[in-house]
């Protein structure tokens, strides 16, 4: 079975600051897709960014961009210029068919 | 439209009791899934459907049933309630499974 792992349980960053959040994933697969969901305490599940395992070149969405290392299996995240409204949880997702599997998070808190 | 929907937003139940969650998309989307997400934990999938009349297993499944009349409506069903099942539960759907999951808004669930 597919498992993710992020190590970071909390992490902190100054506004304005850069910070990168780990993912790493176990899988014998080799087509999978790879998310960065955002909970923030609405609770609505929010997508940041998403990657197909067979495209080489990392996924950038705005401030929001990925580092993926399919040998290695890992996925990072990096957030630019952070804002507090990035304040949140952050869940890195795998999915392979129907089966979709998530991280246990990395709660992220912007300072002023 | 209006995405994917989740009836009630918040319910108390006894130990034993049962209810119906229910899931409503209006986006003509084939694939839906239920989803748990304890308290500091990642989501985990309980059972999923990829059409009317067809659902299957997650991850999670015991204590849980569901039904796939319509493409629209995908509701979860808990027969006898127990204290394990307080949790947050999130429906989704996609069009396709390239695509990413649209999630509903989150019924929060205690069982006391």
């Known amino acids: 079975a597919q498992t993710v792992t992020q190590s970071q349980p909390e992490m902190s960053v100054q506004e304005a600051e850069t910070v990168t959040l780990s993912c790493t994933y176990d899988?014998?697969?080799?087509?999978?897709?790879l998310f960065w969901y955002k909970q923030p305490p609405s609770r609505q599940m929010i997508l940041v960014i998403r990657?197909?395992?067979?495209?080489?070149q990392n996924a950038t969405e705005n401030r929001f961009s990925v580092n993926f290392q399919k040998a290695a299996k890992s996925f990072s995240l990096k957030i630019s210029d952070s804002q507090l409204g990035d304040t949140a949880m952050y869940f890195c997702?795998?999915?392979?068919?129907?089966?979709?599997?998530f991280g246990a998070g990395t709660r992220l808190t912007v300072k002023p | 439209n209006a995405g994917v929907t989740q009836t009630p937003k918040f319910r108390i139940l006894k130990i034993g009791q049962s209810m119906t969650l229910q899931c409503t998309q209006d986006?003509?989307?084939?694939?839906m899934y239920w989803y748990r997400q304890d308290p500091g934990m990642g989501l985990k999938l309980i059972y999923y459907?990829?059409?009317?009349?067809?659902?299957d297993k997650g991850e999670v499944p015991n204590g849980y049933n569901v039904s796939r009349s319509t493409t629209e409506d995908f509701p979860l069903r808990l027969e006898l309630a127990a204290p394990s099942q307080t949790s947050v539960y999130f429906c989704?759907?996609?069009?396709?499974?390239?695509?990413?999951?649209?999630f509903g808004p989150g019924t929060r669930l205690l069982v006391l």
């Open positions: 459907s990829v059409g009317a009349g067809i659902t």
């Open positions: 899988t014998s697969e080799s087509n999978y897709y």
């Open positions: 989704a759907s996609i069009r396709t499974r390239q695509e990413t999951q649209y």
């Open positions: 990657q197909e395992a067979y495209k080489q």
């Open positions: 986006m003509n989307h084939n694939y």
């Open positions: 997702a795998f999915m392979r068919g129907n089966d979709m599997r």
